[in-house]
């Protein structure tokens, strides 16, 4: 039990990374859609590229959604309304009529020959109202075509009439005055009007529900189809165009064909595939980082955040996308590449971007539209997005990037279309917004420097500035180490603008590279302003270990600081394992009949695993040794610049490094350059 419990302590971070990738992968797999894919890929207007195509099955040819909608714009439109006529306004205006001639009181001007004659007027002019009806104010309006046919319910039963034989209220106005002739005479006509006005309402009313409800009828009794396609019929020919009915045919078949697929006897196999797909993916980010990103392979924080970030934009992409698959584009996922950068390097940054991309082509429609202009983008993001620390280098890359995948858009649209006509302008938008988005990724890196514990170009700018704390104490206890830092890193910063590394990065690190020194500043030769050496009264051996320990110092007050472990890199590199050469040779002369062993004498490494590393190592050994020459001239420092360096590379220093031979040489002429610069040299020429 103990050699188990022991074995998986060794193995712990292996052991974690497998959990990672088994978490992440059942993450991703669980977001894809779980639906069988069609065998064959095809667009509108393009030539059919695989062989004829015949049909193992038969089935329906499906409507477009655009046909569809215009069947049921036209059932909208062309729908017969339904008016409702209330036959109980009617019964009610009749017996108020009665009982308001009941109350008619006659005159020497009204006799009872005239009340009756007005009673017959009264209820011949309410039968033609009521005839056909009499519409509500509300309800005047809702037929603009006066000859359009509806349908009138009048207790059980419909039937259809002219919109126009509905009364409305002028209509009723132009009855009255026209059934009341003059002979009745004025005081007769207004006791009629009078009594007429106050009880005639409005009896027919536009029937909204029924309306509706028969309408819901017809849409349901749409058919969605549109023909069938038999068994062994000949679907399309190799060569044809993929337009008209055959996209519908070729469409249909894809739809039956995912439908067939995907059902509960295959459910595990498909699933099972995409197991595959992904952990594929996936193993390829851990294989390329094993084989070219060792250090960030076995730091399990960083591996994490790798795949954090590749599942979250699967994610957002994915949600986008079951809400609403028009706004596919809306998604930044430049940001990815722009963080992987910021954090880490380009390369590492587009390798994620590519996979990423690829997988999201299993979720998306027009997978490969979708792939070809992430790719493109992410490829333009990684070349353009640099020193983020500027706002202004920002704003110009996200705004290449922009302009990258609207081209790429339009491109692709006169491919499927064969011209411009067809272009849809909201991409363009949501192009834009998809920049504005981008630069969230300045506060996501700011949110991840304090979740993860990394270190982006910005905070290298923060941590640049000589009055931070640390800084500014390592000039008050050892100025003369101070002034050394400040040269190596602009040194260090002109080699790595040179060969195109991390400029910020290596300045950063240089600053910080030699801290350990101001524990004991008097034991380092560019601190003793008074002329009096320590090292006098010490013996050699002891003198290298205050000296090579001024790197384990410097890791611990780096520590203690909270610095940056991309910064302490710095401090733990920038020796290797190189040897206090000077004390190691006054050890043999000191002791001749004893074998000194120089690994005493060395730094406990370990050697620099990066360019910015390598380049401190140079720039650090070179500004050091310049201080040695009594007579600089262009020659000696031409020739000491060589032989440092040279010594460096055949210890082997740079091995891990990435570095090539052309810019070890490119460096070495920066380096003479400069310090020729800093003591005032000409190059030396022959008389």
């Excluded at 990738?21 to 207007?45: C, E, M, R, S």
């Excluded at 392979?297 to 957002?316: C, H, R, Y």
Aim: overall charge neutral.
């Amino acid at each position: 039990m103990s050699d188990l419990v022991n074995k998986i302590y060794r193995n712990n971070t292996i052991i974690y990374k497998v959990i990672l990738f088994l978490i992440t992968t059942i993450a991703i797999v669980y977001l894809f859609p779980k639906g069988g894919q069609f065998k064959y890929d095809f667009n509108n207007g393009q030539l059919w590229k695989y062989d004829n195509l015949y049909a193992n099955f038969d089935f329906a040819i499906q409507k477009t959604e655009e046909e569809i909608a215009i069947e049921k714009r036209q059932i909208n439109t062309e729908a017969k309304l339904y008016f409702l006529y209330d036959t109980q306004v009617l019964t009610s205006v009749n017996e108020n009529f009665k009982s308001k001639i009941k109350l008619i009181k006659t005159n020497d001007s009204l006799s009872i020959d005239d009340v009756n004659k007005l009673k017959k007027l009264g209820e011949n002019i309410i039968d033609k109202v009521y005839q056909f009806g009499f519409l509500e104010v509300v309800t005047e309006n809702r037929v603009t075509n006066y000859d359009e046919i509806i349908a009138l319910k009048k207790d059980n039963e419909v039937q259809d009439i002219v919109f126009k034989n509905l009364l409305k209220s002028k209509d009723v106005l132009s009855i009255i005055k026209s059934d009341l002739s003059d002979e009745l005479g004025l005081y007769k006509k207004n006791i009629l009007i009078d009594i007429l006005a106050k009880i005639i309402k409005p009896n027919v009313s536009f029937d909204k529900i029924y309306t509706d409800k028969v309408i819901e009828k017809e849409i349901g009794n749409i058919s969605y189809t549109k023909g069938k396609v038999e068994e062994g019929e000949l679907i399309i020919s190799k060569g044809d165009f993929v337009e008209g009915k055959k996209l519908a045919i070729l469409n249909s078949l894809k739809s039956e064909s995912e439908s067939k697929v995907w059902t509960d006897s295959n459910y595990n196999w498909i699933v099972f595939g995409y197991t595959i797909l992904v952990s594929l993916a996936l193993l390829m980010l851990l294989l390329f980082l094993f084989k070219y990103r060792i250090e960030i392979f076995e730091n399990n924080n960083k591996v994490t955040f790798i795949f954090f970030n590749v599942f979250a934009i699967i994610f957002i992409q994915t949600l986008v996308i079951k809400y609403n698959s028009e706004y596919l584009y809306v998604v930044p996922l430049s940001i990815l590449p722009i963080i992987i950068k910021a954090f880490f390097d380009a390369r590492l940054g587009l390798f994620t971007h590519v996979l990423t991309v690829l997988l999201l082509g299993y979720i998306v429609p027009d997978s490969f539209e979708f792939i070809y202009l992430h790719i493109i983008a992410g490829i333009v993001t990684i070349l353009t997005v640099s020193e983020l620390y500027k706002r202004a280098n920002l704003f110009i890359s996200v705004a290449q990037i922009t302009l990258i995948y609207m081209l790429t858009y339009f491109a692709f649209s006169i491919i499927k279309e064969g011209n411009a006509s067809q272009i849809n302008f909201t991409y363009f938008m949501l192009f834009a917004a998809n920049g504005l988005l981008s630069f969230l990724s300045i506060i996501i890196i700011y949110i991840y420097e304090k979740l993860f514990g990394l270190v982006s170009d910005v905070t290298l700018l923060e941590l640049s500035n000589t009055n931070t704390k640390l800084l500014r104490e390592l000039n008050e206890k050892a100025p003369g180490t101070f002034q050394h830092s400040m040269q190596v890193a602009n040194l260090a910063e002109a080699a790595a603008n040179e060969i195109g590394a991390n400029s910020m990065l290596v300045r950063t690190g240089a600053l910080y590279h030699d801290i350990g020194k101001m524990l004991n500043p008097k034991y380092f030769i560019e601190n003793q302003s008074t002329g009096v050496n320590p090292h006098n009264d010490l013996s050699p051996r002891d003198s290298s270990t205050i000296i090579t320990n001024h790197v384990i110092k410097g890791v611990e007050v780096a520590k203690k600081y909270n610095l940056p472990d991309r910064i302490i890199d710095f401090i733990r590199t920038h020796h290797g394992t190189s040897a206090t050469y000077y004390f190691y040779k006054k050890e043999q002369e000191l002791n001749p009949d004893i074998k000194v062993d120089i690994k005493k004498f060395q730094y406990q490494g370990p050697i620099p695993f990066s360019k910015e590393t390598a380049i401190l190592m140079m720039c650090d050994a070179a500004e050091a040794a310049s201080k040695s020459l009594k007579k600089p001239t262009a020659v000696s420092i031409s020739d000491l610049i060589d032989k440092i360096i040279d010594k460096q590379m055949g210890d082997n220093q740079f091995l891990n490094s990435d570095i090539t031979f052309r810019e070890i040489e490119v460096i070495k002429k920066v380096i003479k350059k400069k310090l020729m610069n800093i003591y005032h040299l000409r190059i030396e020429y022959p008389e």
